[in-house]
């Protein structure tokens, strides 16, 4: 079971979490490893202090003066990450021996954190590897609090960060690929403590050969859920999210959009690239490979069946089972008789296109050969309309 960061967001909505898994635990009836993401917004504070720490600062008189600003952005920084774990800790968990030992953990992690951004600062670059570093501290932070939460209810358990339950990545930082022994790896380090109690795995996380964190992507934890769940063959991947499972449409365009109960892995797949941010695109893959199961379910309304993902494909008598939507694209028309018969117009447009590093989303041409009409980032589309220009001389491009 993987929770998300809007499932976790303060101490009430953890402890909100911990009583579900207990519920599903059912005394140990079932085995459960959980995955967790940061709690909601921290990843993104922490990239943002990152960048921070890496501007000049100016002082009154205008001259560079980075180590007292930086220093006052890093304190006020770590005290309002502290209060905030700090004040989950205190809401999620009533023991105070429990709350003590994870406050403990907590202050030893932020120590930690200090440092490394104070290290950032002094160099004033952030490699895509120190960021990986900086951002694994939301998931270190909120796993063992997670995992506190469960015993203060009775429940034994233990945290994990990626690396340490097996979770052995390339060294793409940033977007890292599971090498294929951390499905071995996180077998054995994690199915042992199945009989005991319940493992609880920080999401997004892993560490490549040498022991240097790295990350899966932003929204990773969904596809740690998913290596973690084909890595133990569990019997189902469930995703607890805030919404009660994919939708026939983003119910914020659209009312009276409706849920879908199943799914194939393909057309799952197909919505996530499309933009239906429910779960990581990548999600999918491990499960696919053993047949498992993926279900999408609403951690605010757990008692909802939600959407269920699988191999087989389940014809529907609707014909189009969801519309997604990518937003801020552009669509470019090329359009001319002379395109009509010409071999080789399709190969300098997008030629054209490729060499200035402009990605084409989707591409149509007509059956008349008269028009080809692709889609581009909206941000890309000045930068497409010249490369084009340029490629077929067309003179002066106006605004
Ligand atoms: N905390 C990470 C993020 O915000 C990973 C996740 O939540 O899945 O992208
Ligand atoms: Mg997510």
């Known amino acids: 079971m993987k929770f998300g960061g809007s499932s976790i967001s303060n101490g009430e909505k953890i402890k909100n979490v911990s009583h579900i898994v207990r519920n599903y635990y059912d005394n140990g009836k079932n085995e459960i490893v959980l995955v967790v993401s940061a709690l909601s917004g921290v990843t993104d504070s922490l990239i943002s202090v990152a960048k921070d720490l890496i501007n000049d600062f100016l002082d009154k008189t205008g001259a560079k003066n980075n180590k007292f600003y930086k220093k006052d952005i890093i304190d006020d920084f770590i005290q309002k990450t502290k209060n905030r774990h700090i004040s989950a800790i205190k809401d999620a968990i009533s023991d105070e021996d ?13 120590q930690e954190l200090n440092e490394v951004l104070l290290g950032i600062s ?9 960021l990986d570093y900086i951002m694994s501290f939301g998931e270190r932070m909120s796993a063992p609090i997670v995992s506190a939460s469960l ?21 793409k930082f940033g977007s890292a690929r599971p090498l294929s022994v951390s499905y071995e790896l996180i077998k054995s380090n994690i199915e042992p403590f199945l009989k005991e109690g319940i493992p609880v795995i920080t999401g997004f996380i892993g560490k490549n050969k040498k022991g240097i964190i790295t990350t899966l992507g932003r929204d990773g934890s969904d596809y740690t859920a998913s290596i973690v769940g084909a890595a133990i063959d569990s019997d189902e991947i469930w995703i607890f999210t805030d919404v009660d499972g994919i939708m ?16 194939s892995y393909l057309e799952a797949m197909e919505l996530s690239y499309f933009g239906a941010s429910v779960i990581h695109p990548r999600t999918l893959e491990p499960a696919m490979s053993k047949n498992i199961c993926v279900r999408i379910k609403n951690t605010f309304n757990p008692s909802k069946p939600g959407t269920a ?20 694209v552009a669509l470019i028309s090329v359009i001319g008789a002379s395109m009509i018969g010409t071999p080789g117009v399709a190969a300098k447009v997008f030629s054209a ?3 200035e590093d402009i990605n ?14 692709f889609v581009v980032k909206e941000s890309q589309i000045n930068d497409g309309v010249l490369a084009l220009h340029n490629e077929f001389d067309l003179g002066t491009l106006k605004d």
């Open 248 to 263: 026939t449409s983003d119910p914020d365009l659209v009312p009276d959009a409706q849920m879908i109960p199943v799914l």
């Open 309 to 328: 993902i699988v191999r087989a494909f389940e014809k529907s008598n609707k014909v189009v089972k969801a519309i997604s939507c990518i937003k801020e």
């Open 360 to 373: 084409v989303i989707m591409i149509s041409q007509g059956s008349s050969e008269a028009n080809i009409s």
């Open 151 to 171: 015993k203060s209810i009775g429940i034994n358990s233990a945290s994990y960060t990626g690396g340490e339950a097996g979770l052995i990545t390339d060294d």
């Open 122 to 130: 002094y160099i004033g670059e952030l490699t895509l590897r120190s």
């Open 98 to 110: 429990i709350q003590k030992s994870v406050i403990d953990k907590e202050e030893d992690i932020l």
């Open 353 to 355: 296109l490729a060499k």
